[in-house]
């Protein structure tokens, strides 16, 4: 969808009937509609020459370049190469292959370079310093809960869920615990890979504390979330976004395990986080 065939008044904010995380009193529903609803408003069209960035609520700055403009860019769990680094470790892509951390994710930057998805993050990025911890030992210690948290969002797609597909994904997330690959990995280990390019591509975000009460999907093409509008609200997942770096570099017997460990990343994430409540939010057209 190109940005003169969008009409705003089409799109539909909806908000999930079970939160992703809840361990306090949930906000009144009028405060996570005026949330949605200014997430709805500030929805920018962005092309397949902006860069990604990461799903973080808190307000964007200014560029690791030290330039004031940051342009509104789609969001998922660490930003492109991060995302692709999780998911070829969680659907086992680089499986029997001898590879150190730092020569995976050169593999995936390379592989996004090729499809034309331009690289982008933020400082002191948790994805990116724990991806280790996260994809490894929060996913195993949280099986049940992503189990379920996945399934839900099967059903709510009408598609089929297979919990030996599930398992696979676990046993992904085991061997990362276990390898200890990336025990040295830190966002250093990234800007390094980044080389010049990381003064563009990497985000400096405000210094305050994770305060965002929603994760919200957008599954619009080519619309995002303005996240420094919303401001330290909501989380933003562009999934159309998210697909397109899937599709660019996850394929063969691999491709199969992709909506599941999506959602391993999602509920590991959240279960991670020190945020006390996340509800879940969709727009949609």
């Known amino acids: 969808m190109t940005d003169t065939q969008f009409d705003i008044m089409k799109v539909t904010a909806h908000?999930?009937?079970?939160?992703?995380?809840?361990t306090k009193e949930a906000s009144p529903e009028a405060e996570l509609l005026e949330i949605m609803n200014d997430?709805?408003?500030?929805?920018?069209?962005?092309?397949?020459?902006?860069?990604?960035?990461c799903m973080d609520e808190?307000?964007?700055?200014?560029?690791?370049?030290?330039?004031?403009?940051?342009?509104?860019?789609?969001?998922?769990?660490?930003?492109p190469d991060v995302y692709l680094l999780a998911m070829r470790e969680l659907t086992g892509y680089h499986e029997g292959q001898d590879l150190t951390a730092n020569e995976r994710a050169?593999?995936?930057?390379?592989?996004?370079?090729?499809?034309?998805?331009?690289?982008?993050?933020?400082?002191?990025?948790?994805?990116?310093?724990?991806?280790?911890t996260w994809a490894g030992q929060?996913?195993?210690?949280?099986q049940a809960a992503i189990a379920e948290y996945t399934h839900r969002k099967f059903d709510e797609a009408g598609l089929e869920f297979d919990m030996n597909l599930?398992?696979?994904?676990?046993?992904?997330?085991?061997?990362?615990?276990?390898?200890?690959?990336?025990?040295?990995?830190?966002?250093e280990s990234y800007f390094d890979l980044l080389g010049a390019e990381a003064g563009e591509a990497i985000e400096k975000l405000e210094h305050a504390p994770h305060l965002g009460k929603m994760m919200i999907w957008v599954d619009i093409e080519g619309q995002t979330i303005d996240q420094t509008k919303i401001g330290n609200?909501?989380?933003?997942?562009?999934?159309?976004?998210?697909?397109?770096?899937?599709?660019?570099?996850?394929?063969?017997?691999?491709?199969?395990?992709v909506p599941y460990a999506r959602y391993a990343?999602?509920?590991?994430?959240?279960?991670?986080?020190?945020?006390?409540?996340?509800?879940?939010?969709?727009?949609?057209?």
């Open 233 to 257: 609200r909501a989380f933003e997942l562009n999934l159309p976004y998210m697909k397109r770096v899937e599709n660019a570099g996850i394929n063969g017997p691999a491709a199969e395990l």
């Open 39 to 53: 997430a709805k408003a500030s929805l920018t069209a962005y092309t397949e020459d902006t860069r990604g960035t």
């Open 265 to 285: 990343i999602i509920g590991a994430l959240a279960a991670a986080l020190p945020n006390e409540e996340l509800q879940e939010g969709m727009l949609s057209a």
């Open 58 to 79: 808190r307000r964007r700055t200014e560029l690791k370049s030290g330039k004031p403009a940051v342009e509104v860019r789609p969001s998922l769990p660490g930003g």
């Open 106 to 132: 050169h593999d995936s930057k390379i592989t996004l370079d090729n499809e034309g998805i331009l690289s982008g993050g933020h400082e002191e990025c948790a994805a990116d310093n724990l991806l280790g």
């Open 138 to 142: 929060v996913i195993v210690d949280n």
């Open 15 to 22: 908000i999930s009937e079970q939160p992703i995380k809840l």
């Open 166 to 187: 599930m398992n696979q994904v676990f046993e992904h997330a085991a061997d990362i615990q276990a390898s200890g690959r990336y025990a040295e990995w830190s966002e």
